[in-house]
């Protein structure tokens, strides 16, 4: 593929500059992490876009969206997160959001798009249980047909794992077997429920990071209406195939890529206390231009990703897969590369920003540039295990490229 500058581009990439420097109000600029922002903070941020005709920066104008490229996509995301965007709700911006445009009923999307676009519905995903994860077809939650003179609705009894921001989502899609005698893919089916509906228990998981934003959830006799299903009975596998084969390329997150490299650049010129900077140690500066080197080279992995999926090319999907695990195992070591740099002070002593406590002691060295640092190392542990873990990637690449 060509990898020249494309003029467009540039021009692009400025016009979005130049609506984050006049329209990003600066009580929402955060410092860039991986988790969505605060629920306030999505929501006004979604109007803004909203306002601006961005409201579905990855979705095609025939659906609302902008119609940008896969490039136009990576730019905005990379510029949002340089000039430190709220993170929006990538789940019904990347995820549910083209299953409804693919699959809903009229009257679903009338139900449930407008308050998308308006930044007035926050969503969680039920997909992963105590024991299927990786092997998601084996899952386990239930969902009973009854018809009552209240309408035909599904009793969904279960538990789901890993729900990240569901404390904080009104509204949750998930899968549930609805048929136990077939075969395990096909008898699955796709719905959404309220998360205020009597029955959804949410209890928080406190990872590694030492932060809330995963949970488990469970479902005890939680009525759901027919209306609610996605798609036919028993379609939720092929559903899901669609969900989770959407835009390889932004797998890599590589906005957030270039920012730990920005990060590192920066703690490489940071005076040290006894005197001189990281830069100038021999060991720091090849370990800092590998670094340099490698984001480079997955920044040119995503373009050719992104070119594959334009032209709807049956690569895509391996090449993908390949992707996510370089990426993610890029992410563990740039934010490993982080802590490391930080000296003895580096896993414990810089909590999130958004924390407060006797830990923030001013006192400590780079303590403004380095707070959050090690939150997001110990987070990207999970790299490689959330969206499909790096075996699992492995396995698709095996199949699909080898016959394996």
């Given at each position: 593929m060509d990898f020249r500058p494309d003029p467009g581009l540039d021009a692009f990439r400025e016009e979005v500059r130049q609506f984050l420097k006049h329209s990003l109000p600066a009580d929402l600029r955060v410092t860039p992490t991986f988790?969505?922002?605060?629920?306030?903070?999505?929501?006004?941020?979604?109007?803004?876009?909203?306002?601006?005709?961005?409201?579905?920066?990855?979705?095609?104008?025939?659906?609302?969206?902008?119609?940008?490229?896969?490039?136009?996509?990576?730019?905005?995301?990379?510029?949002c997160v340089a000039a430190g965007a709220p993170t929006l709700d990538g789940m019904v911006h990347k995820l549910l959001g083209p299953v409804l445009n693919n699959f809903a009923t009229p009257e679903q999307k009338a139900a449930h798009l407008p308050a998308f676009f308006n930044g007035e519905r926050l969503w969680c995903q039920g997909?992963?249980?105590?024991?299927?994860?990786?092997?998601?077809?084996?899952?386990?939650?239930?969902?009973?047909?009854?018809?009552?003179?209240?309408?035909?609705?599904?009793?969904?009894?279960?538990?789901?794992?890993?729900?990240?921001?569901?404390?904080e989502s009104d509204w949750i899609f998930l899968?549930?077997?609805t048929d136990a005698s077939a075969k395990k893919q096909a008898g699955i089916t796709f719905l959404l429920a309220d998360m205020k509906t009597p029955g959804i228990t949410v209890r928080p998981i406190r990872s590694i990071d030492d932060a809330h934003h995963l949970n488990e959830t469970f479902f005890d006799n939680v009525r759901v209406p027919v209306a609610n299903r996605i798609g036919e009975e028993?379609?939720?596998?092929?559903?899901?195939?669609?969900?989770?084969?959407n835009e390889h390329a932004t797998t890599a997150d590589l906005p957030m890529l270039k920012h730990y490299l920005r990060q590192f650049d920066v703690l490489a010129d940071t005076p040290l206390m006894g005197g001189g900077r990281l830069r100038d140690r021999p060991e720091f500066a090849l370990k800092l231009a590998r670094l340099q080197a490698e984001v480079t080279a997955v920044g040119m992995f995503v373009q050719r990703v992104a070119a594959l999926e334009m032209a709807h090319h049956p690569m895509a999907q391996p090449m993908g897969s390949m992707l996510k695990v370089r990426a993610t195992e890029l992410q563990q070591r740039i934010t490993e590369a982080h802590v490391e740099a930080l000296g003895d002070h580096g896993a414990v002593a810089y909590p999130n920003p958004a924390e407060e406590g006797e830990a923030n002691n001013e006192s400590l060295p780079m303590h403004g540039l380095a707070r959050g640092l090690a939150n997001e190392m110990f987070f990207r542990r999970a790299s490689t295990i959330y969206g499909g873990t790096s075996e699992v990637q492995r396995g698709i690449v095996a199949r699909l490229l080898f016959g394996l």
């Open positions: 988790s969505r922002s605060k629920p306030q903070a999505v929501a006004r941020w979604q109007k803004v876009l909203h306002a601006r005709g961005w409201g579905a920066p990855y979705w095609p104008k025939e659906h609302g969206g902008t119609g940008w490229t896969m490039q136009q996509i990576l730019v905005f995301d990379e510029e997909f992963s249980e105590p024991g299927s994860g990786s092997d998601l077809a084996s899952l386990r939650t239930r969902a009973e047909l009854k018809h009552d003179d209240n309408g035909d609705h599904y009793i969904v009894n279960g538990q789901k794992i890993w729900t990240s921001h569901g404390h899968l549930v077997r028993g379609a939720g596998w092929a559903i899901t195939k669609f969900l989770l084969n």
